[in-house]
């Protein structure tokens, strides 16, 4: 009967032990399945260059079909919404805590102030336009004291007095509204200048009106415009006073406009207009000569002409855990003697993060200052990006760690401040 017993216990004993034993070998079963998981699935993808530019192919991996079509981002088809999936789709993925620069094509279109100037510029052009002449000073009286006299105005001579009556005999079936832009000489005292004034009829009387005619359009006020005249052409060697299919403005103007303007600045903008000879629509029949405008930029000592498709640069980290890209507005840390907000000491998980998990402080021994400041921000940076990510832009926060090498000195305590990256 006691061997019975001692039987059944024996099995009880067995059954009761093997029951903790079978969750340990599940769990070790779950993450030997895990380990297995990630290791095919990061040995099927290859890790992006930090530095990285999409090209054509790249483009075609996304499930938009305008980012297919046209190989480019915009306002609508925006990088923050796409890009991760193109990199995804791409099969390559990026380590923890490091900032990816990704560039791309980004269709900005055209500058809509360019168009407004050159509607401007059409308007202005239907206009009449009349230059006074000598016979015209003439008619108006030699005598001294008279316009004839120097064939000029002056201020002893206003144009005032004379040109009411002189537009009336000169345009005599003008309408009420009409408007004539008016040029005439003008002895200053010094010397003579032309001037140019719009002059208005209401019907009964002509009248100088500086508020007639078209309004020209608010222009950026880092923009300055230059109109190209016959002399500039002639300095390129032209036949003729235009651009044309066969001479492009972008062929002969950056380098017109480093002799024109040898001193502008890094970053000057210039509004080149032009005459230009060829067909304004495609489908017109004959060709002709109107205005044009390019925005150019000196840029690296280069005037550059606006384009609409241009290359800009996107800041994605990629999440190990979760196996995904993430887009990130660029920010940095720096050193800062601002009042702190917010008090951080690092943690053991902390310094695993940047591989001092073993000893749990930054090795900082035979540094000079120089270099003891590059490597604890660099390692900070990295733990406060992954481990603190929610730290809000322009946060002051003082952090404490734990540092091996420095004289009399097994802590340090730093001030950084969280701010935009350029």
């Known amino acids: 009967m006691k061997k019975l017993l001692y039987i059944a216990s024996l099995f009880l004993l067995v059954f009761t032990a093997c029951e903790p034993m079978e969750d340990v070998y599940k769990e070790i ?22 530095v990285y530019a999409l090209v054509d192919d ?39 805590a ?64 004379y040109l009411p009556d002189f537009l009336k005999t000169k345009f005599p079936d003008a309408k009420a509204d009409d408007i004539v832009v008016v040029t005439y000489k003008f002895y200053d005292g ?3 200048t032309n001037i140019t004034e719009n002059w208005q009829f209401d019907g009964t009387v002509w009248a100088e009106n500086p508020d007639a005619g ?18 500039d052409y002639n300095s390129m060697g032209f036949k003729y006073p235009n651009f044309s299919d066969s001479n492009k403005a972008n062929d002969y103007l950056p380098t017109f406009l480093k002799i024109k303007f040898p001193y502008a600045k890094e970053g000057a903008k210039y509004l080149v207009v032009y005459d230009f000879y060829g067909k304004k629509k495609k489908d017109d029949e004959k060709k002709s000569t109107f205005k044009q405008a390019t925005e150019y930029t000196l840029t690296d000592g280069v005037w550059k002409p606006y384009a609409k498709v241009t290359m800009q640069t996107s800041v994605m980290n990629y999440n190990i ?7 990130v507005i660029p920010t940095k840390f720096v050193f800062t003697d601002e009042a702190s907000t917010q008090n951080i000491t690092l943690t053991d998980k902390d310094y695993e993060l940047t591989g001092d998990g073993k000893y749990k402080n930054f090795y900082l021994k035979n540094m ?17 990006k992954v481990n603190y990510s929610d730290i809000e832009l322009n946060t002051v926060v003082e952090v404490t760690f734990r540092t ?4 009399n000195k097994k802590e340090m305590t730093v001030k950084l401040k969280k701010v935009l990256a350029e």
């Open 58 to 96: 790249d483009y075609a991996l996304s499930t938009n079909e305008d980012l297919k079509k046209y190989k480019s981002f915009s306002s609508k088809v925006t990088a923050k919404d796409n890009l991760a999936q193109i990199l995804d789709a791409k099969m390559v993925y990026g380590e923890m």
């Open 404 to 407: 091996y090498g420095l004289p």
């Open 321 to 327: 855990e979760e196996k995904m890209w993430i887009y």
């Open 368 to 384: 000079s200052e120089s270099q003891v400041n590059a490597t604890v921000l660099e390692k900070l940076t990295k733990i406060l």
């Open 98 to 161: 490091v900032d990816y620069k990704v560039s791309y094509k980004f269709y900005r279109g055209s500058l809509a102030y360019i168009k407004a100037y050159l509607k401007y510029l059409d308007e202005v052009a239907q206009l009449t336009a009349y230059e006074l002449t000598k016979e015209d000073y003439d008619s108006m009286g030699e005598e001294k004291g008279q316009p004839g006299k120097y064939d000029n105005f002056s201020d002893k001579v206003p144009a005032a007095d």
């Open 214 to 231: 078209p309004k020209a359009p608010e222009l950026p006020t880092d923009v300055k415009i230059y109109e190209m005249v016959k002399a």
């Open 190 to 192: 010094k010397g003579v």
């Open 29 to 50: 079963d779950e993450a030997n399945a895990q380990k297995i998981a990630d290791e095919k699935y990061f040995a099927a993808r290859t890790v992006l260059d930090t």
